[in-house]
């Protein structure tokens, strides 16, 4: 019976598998790939697209008709999702493609989609090819994202021959018309030959196609004043207008390649804007604040216009109007901050943005990312107008990355200490989900590495100083987030953190006097995990260095590699201590021949101590012989490394100097007294 069952799923899936790849009349295959167009994934809606024409594959014949039809009616398909999609203009694209010289085919590989990502505002390319076989056309396409080159949508679908698409491919200089589908004409294509003696009737977008062409050759000289004035004049009897203005984008391309700003031609392109009644659909408002702010100065006419266009904006194209307008512009400081109060002015009194006015919560988040690269604007905006808002959980993250952002950024020192005043205000007054994966990722910025180029760059523009300030304010927030991340890693850094920044978390890190009384008691694993938490603590605790003088005379006859441990730790604290106790440095000199954590942990204690525990060490150098070496070097290397303090040892390293036949402890010895004498 199983395998009955293997059997027929297995005729199934051949079937459903042929019935795939049977070719379908061209309607059916065009709309079945405009519907995957539509429902492709996007990383925001509405998409900016851009169509390129579909190109004949290396092996098939070539059609430039068929190509043209083809991608004309995927256009004409999805025209009509302006939710979904918004469509880059063709002409604008083909002249992208033709300056920069791409070979459609190409198109379909995602290295040549991200290069077109930088050279045209747009979020996905879709290119496409077809193969004519002898019953059918097999067609392919695909999305790619330009920003990532992924992939995000392909297609195959095979278009069943007929004589209406072989004549598309005998027919060089044919020209193709979509013919309205009804019940008796639904597969069939309307191709009309030019020849004979009858011209063709031309269509608005032919003559408006062959009015830019003949236009352009103008733009190859504007070598002086009256050429440059010639081509305005001849631009400007054409209205920029969606139909036949497309000529307006090459003249606004070269004059600002080339620097020019002739008055009349802004003037112009000023009326133009404030005939423009939805800025947000319409490419040519954004094209032409560009073009008027090309040189970064944005007069008070000019504002007049953007700020009405603006104002009419009702998406996230509103903040590319601030950059233009506000963010690049380099307008005096007042007149800027003028400029953005009229802004909020506007959102305030709900008449920011078509079709429905913005909130002052999307208004403001606009204009900050508008400012990214403005930073006093940016804190200006921060300081003035987020104490407004009423913020929602992902307005709160948002308002927590821009503050990081601005403090990163920030060159003064003494301003990037005020950001973290305003970091830590922020934080103590917010709490939303993502509040303690920011607050601690923001703290780990300041985390050093083992690469020193990187540190430079880490202690430049994230200096310790201000994260103790954020650490001391915020001490309640640090304590309470850091048991909320469900990774057992992540909690036990956190905690970690709290230590050093000397944070409490009741229950975690246990209070000086709780600490005390473990390690007079004879829990050795709570007290290795208290010796581990003071061993992290950035300030010492001076208070215990009774207590932990000793735990270095304590023996375990349970567990000696535990007790160990706990010692070790002892030795480096009371080493952060700078100890001038002597049992502890007598401790640290006895365990140097030991070679293990212990001696490396008394090596560095000693050095940190310095001066007090000079005596002590040249002592005990005095004491050794030539069976000593390797504690000879020990000894002299801590001496060296304590350096101008270290100086009444000098007699007794020139001592073993003049005695040792061991060539690392002589090496050893001149090296400590050069550092000790300075030299």
């Not at 709160?396 to 973290?420: C, D, G, H, V, W």
């Not at 007699?651 to 050069?674: D, F, G, H, M, P």
Request: with cysteine.
């Amino acid at each position: 019976m199983i395998r009955s069952l293997l059997t027929a799923l297995t005729v199934i899936a051949i079937a459903l598998q042929a019935q795939a790849q049977k070719p379908k009349s061209y309607p059916a295959v065009t709309q079945e790939l405009a519907a995957k167009i539509i429902a492709a994934p996007a990383p925001k809606l509405p998409q900016s697209l851009a169509v390129v024409p579909f190109t004949a594959t290396p092996s098939s014949q070539q059609s430039k008709a068929f190509g043209e039809y083809l991608t004309e009616t995927i256009i004409g398909s999805i025209s009509g999702h302006p939710d979904k999609l918004k469509l880059f203009e063709r002409t604008r694209m083909d002249a992208i493609l033709k300056e920069h010289e791409f070979i459609l085919t190409d198109l379909m590989k995602p290295a040549a989609a991200l290069k077109i990502g930088q050279l045209a505002p747009i979020d996905g390319i879709l290119s496409g090819t077809y193969t004519k076989l002898k019953s059918y056309i097999e067609v392919s396409a695909r999305i790619i994202d330009v920003t990532s080159g992924e992939i995000t949508m392909s297609y195959v679908g095979r278009i069943k021959m007929n004589k209406n698409m072989a004549t598309l491919f005998t027919q060089p200089d044919a020209v193709m018309e979509p013919v309205e589908k009804n019940k008796n004409n639904a597969n069939t294509v309307q191709i009309t030959f030019n020849g004979g003696t009858t011209a063709p009737t031309k269509t608005q977008a032919e003559i408006c196609k062959e009015k830019a062409e003949a236009f352009r050759p103008h733009l190859n000289d504007l070598s002086t004043p009256e050429k440059i004035s010639a081509v305005v004049n001849d631009a400007i009897k054409t209205p920029f207008d969606n139909v036949c203005g497309k000529l307006h984008y090459d003249v606004m391309y070269a004059f600002t390649r080339f620097k020019l700003d002739p008055e009349p031609y802004k003037n112009f392109l000023l009326a133009t804007l404030d005939t423009i009644a939805y800025p947000a659909g319409d490419d040519r408002a954004y094209e032409i604040v560009r073009y008027l702010a090309k040189d970064n100065q944005v007069d008070a006419r000019e504002w007049k216009s953007g700020f009405a266009a603006m104002g009419k904006v009702g998406n996230y194209y509103l903040s590319n109007y601030a950059t233009q307008l506000i963010g690049n512009a380099t307008t005096a400081d007042a007149e800027q901050k003028n400029r953005i109060k009229q802004y909020f002015d506007l959102a305030a009194q709900n008449k920011l943005g078509l079709p429905r006015a913005l909130t002052i919560e999307v208004a403001y988040v606009e204009m900050m990312e508008g400012l990214s690269k403005n930073q006093p604007l940016r804190q200006f905006v921060y300081e003035t107008y987020s104490p407004r808002l009423v913020p929602d959980e992902k307005l709160k993250a948002t308002l927590f990355s821009e503050l990081s952002s601005m403090y990163k950024e920030e060159t003064n020192p003494q301003r990037k200490t005020e950001l973290i005043g305003w970091l830590a205000t922020f934080v103590n007054a917010n709490e939303y989900p993502k509040a303690h994966e920011q607050l601690y990722d923001f703290a780990w910025h300041f985390k050093m590495t083992y690469n020193e180029t990187t540190n430079e760059e880490i202690r430049k523009n994230y200096p310790e100083a201000d994260l103790k300030i954020l650490a001391q304010r915020c001490r309640d927030k640090f304590a309470a987030y850091a048991l909320l991340t469900p990774y057992p890693s992540q909690k036990e850094d956190r905690i970690n953190f709290c230590v050093k920044y000397n944070v409490p978390i009741p229950g975690v890190i246990p209070t000086l006097e709780e600490a005390d009384a473990i390690l007079k008691g004879n829990n050795l694993a709570e007290q290795l995990r208290v010796m581990k938490l003071l061993a992290l603590m950035d300030t010492p605790p001076a208070k215990l260095e009774s207590t932990l003088v000793n735990l270095l005379n304590k023996k375990s006859l349970e567990d000696k590699t535990t007790m160990n441990n706990i010692q070790t730790l002892a030795i480096s604290v009371l080493g952060n201590l700078k100890t001038t106790n002597a049992k502890a440095i007598d401790y640290m000199l006895t365990v140097l021949p030991h070679y293990g954590n212990d001696t490396e942990a008394a090596k560095e204690a000693l050095i940190k101590i310095g001066k007090p525990a000079v005596k002590a060490l040249t002592t005990r150098l005095d004491k050794t012989t030539d069976q000593d070496g390797g504690l000879q070097h020990q000894l002299i290397t801590i001496l060296g490394k304590i350096g101008k303090d270290a100086a009444t040892a000098e007699k007794s390293i020139a001592r073993i100097l003049t005695i040792t036949r061991n060539t690392e402890v002589r090496y050893a010895a001149e090296a400590a007294l050069q550092a000790i004498g300075g030299n």
